[in-house]
Each structure stands twice: as C-alpha cells, then as structure tokens.
C-alpha cells in the first residue's frame, strides 16, 4: 500500500512511541538519494514514557513587567484621561485655557510614558527607524515622474481590457447563450 518510501517498515509499536514528525518524514521521502532527504545523523527515539529535553535559545529572556513599570504607564493613561476630561469639564472657559489644559495633561503623560520601559524601547524603534530610511535610496524627480506614468499606463491598459472582457461576456452570455437581445 505504501509501496518503498518506507512507512510500511513502522510498526504499530513504532507509531505509538514519541517520534517528533520529522523522524516520519525522514522515513517516507520518496527519493531518498536526494540530498537532505535522510540525515546524516538520524533521529534518536526516546522510547515510552520517557522526556525529551528541548534546548532553550540562548538569547537571554528579558522582563520588564515589573510594577514600576506597569505603574508608570498607569499614571500615563490616567493623565491622558483626565486632560480630556479636564478640556471638557472647562467648557465654560476661553478656548486657549481648555486647550491649554488638554496639551499640558498629554504632555505630562509623554513624559511619565517616555520614562518607562515601553517609552524607551519605543525611543529605540523610532531611532533605528529613522536609521533605516536614511538608508533609503530615494528616486530621483525624473524617475518618480517615469514611475507614475507607468502606473497610469498600467491602469488605462488594465481598464481597457477589463472592459473588453466585460463586452464579450456580455455578448456571449445575453446575445448568443440566452438569445436576450436589445
């Protein structure tokens, strides 16, 4: 039934140890000359009952939930809540006194945020991301212009085929298949 891949040497004892899926595959490749297709070091099985150790990765594990940390961001929600608050409870007063408020409460929660690990890993990201862009080779004026030429070009051709294709159905479906003449 499994002809020589293999699979038919597996026991039903064989099936019902601890056998990770890539020892299965490695056993019913159909070609197996080909490179890769057999290991060369092949699978161990552990036998019944018995616990396979999985390595860790190497990099380290980082923790930064602690409550300092959780607490810090808290007190940034809690500060960008009550400046909306606060613009709309001022809502009797002058327009640059409410929007003065609304500014100096989201500004005391970026500087609460900023201190927080969150705040910092953020920095970090926005760092190397304006790294990277300046890494960009941006194309010149000349080449934008040709680029979006070639992209309306792609369109209009697109569309007129499109539209081609929709006259033909329609011919062939109302005019010559349903008999559904104008």
């Known amino acids: 039934m499994f002809g020589k891949s293999g699979l038919a040497k597996l026991s039903i004892q064989g099936l019902f140890k601890c ?8 056993r019913r490749s159909p070609k197996p000359k080909v490179g890769g297709s057999r290991p060369s070091v092949p699978a161990t099985d552990s036998g019944v009952g018995h616990r ?4 860790m990765s190497n990099h380290p594990v980082e ?5 300092g940390d959780k607490l810090k961001v ?9 400046a909306i608050v606060g613009f709309y409870l001022l809502s009797g007063k002058p327009t640059y006194v409410r929007a003065g408020a609304l500014v100096l409460g989201l500004l005391v929660a ?19 991301a304006i790294r990277e862009t300046k890494k960009v080779v ?6 934008a212009g040709q ?6 070009a792609f369109v209009l051709v697109m569309a007129i085929f499109l539209w081609g294709a929709d006259k033909m159905l ?8 349903l008999g559904w003449k104008k």
């Open 19 to 26: 056998r990770d899926v890539a020892q299965l595959a490695e």
């Open 52 to 55: 396979k150790q999985k390595r």
């Open 63 to 67: 923790t930064v939930n602690d409550s």
């Open 74 to 82: 808290g007190l940034a929600v809690f500060a960008v809540v009550a």
């Open 110 to 128: 970026v500087a609460v945020f900023w201190t927080s690990t969150h705040g910092k890993d953020f920095i970090n990201f926005a760092r190397e």
């Open 138 to 143: 941006w194309p010149t004026r000349k080449e």
């Open 147 to 152: 680029i979006t030429l070639i992209v309306f």
């Open 170 to 177: 329609q011919f062939l479906l109302y005019d010559l298949i």
